[in-house]
């Protein structure tokens, strides 16, 4: 089973200031079949990136991912301030596809 | 327009068996590719993968879970079921399902609202 370890824990950022977030797996994962999702309060989880570093239908080009093998980033260029949420990266190169256990972007 | 829907009941006592059911539209689980999985969240906390179904009828579980899982699906109800034995408090969770397809994102491009069940006696 691939565990993902996902840092920091929380980041507190203004709105307006880039996002680094940092996924790491205690694997390589094949082919980066590596995803990023962000949750908001009371909602179901929304896929941003797919392939380790493509973005989803309708999401904004401040999100971009990065990353391959082992070590994996989602960046968020200029915060918005609909973009506080949590996020979580998950592995679907096989089975289990496990998440990681998400990092929360709030407002400083 | 994909969309799905979970349904089931809100309560469960210990020990009983949570029956969950999937209802979707937009797409077919027949369709070479596609997939759906049930991930669920306790209150607070990550989200945990549960169970996958493949169109072809390809079954993957958590192995943490497996005995206690069955995943299953019915093509002409546009559903998938997931049962979960032997329930208990620890289980207290938002299930969600979601749609995936090979080949496309490969991820969860799609998911369900999710439906809270709670485990008391």
């Known amino acids: 089973e691939i565990v993902l370890t996902q840092s920091p824990g929380t980041l507190s950022l203004s709105p307006g200031e880039r996002a680094t977030l940092s996924c790491r797996a205690s694997?390589?994962?094949?082919?980066?079949?590596l995803a990023w999702y962000q949750q908001k309060p009371g909602q179901a989880p929304r896929l941003l990136i797919y392939g380790a570093s493509s973005r989803a239908t309708g999401i904004p080009d401040r999100f971009s991912g990065s990353g391959s093998g082992t070590d994996f980033t989602l960046t968020i260029s200029r915060l918005e301030p609909e973009d506080f949420a949590v996020y979580y990266c998950?592995?679907?190169?096989?089975?289990?596809?496990?998440f990681g256990q998400g990092t929360k972007v709030e407002i400083k | 327009q994909i969309t799905l829907k979970e349904s089931g009941p809100t309560l469960v006592k210990p020990t009983q068996t949570l029956t969950l059911t999937c209802t979707f539209s937009?797409?077919?689980?027949?369709?070479?590719?596609?997939?759906v999985g049930w991930i669920r969240q306790p209150p607070g906390k990550a989200l945990e993968w549960l169970a996958l179904?493949?169109?072809?009828?390809?079954?993957r579980y958590s192995p943490s879970l497996k005995s206690r899982l069955t995943i299953t699906k019915d093509t002409s109800k546009n559903q998938v079921v997931l049962t979960m034995t032997n329930m208990d408090s620890v289980d207290t969770a938002t299930y969600y399902c979601?749609?995936?397809?090979?080949?496309?994102?490969?991820?969860?491009?799609?998911w369900g609202q999710g439906t809270l069940v709670t485990v008391s006696s």
């Open positions: 979601a749609h995936t397809i090979v080949g496309a994102t490969g991820a969860f491009d799609y």
């Open positions: 694997q390589s994962v094949p082919s980066s079949y």
């Open positions: 998950q592995q679907y190169a096989g089975s289990p596809r496990t």
């Open positions: 179904i493949y169109w072809d009828d390809d079954k």
């Open positions: 937009g797409f077919s689980v027949s369709t070479p590719g596609v997939g």
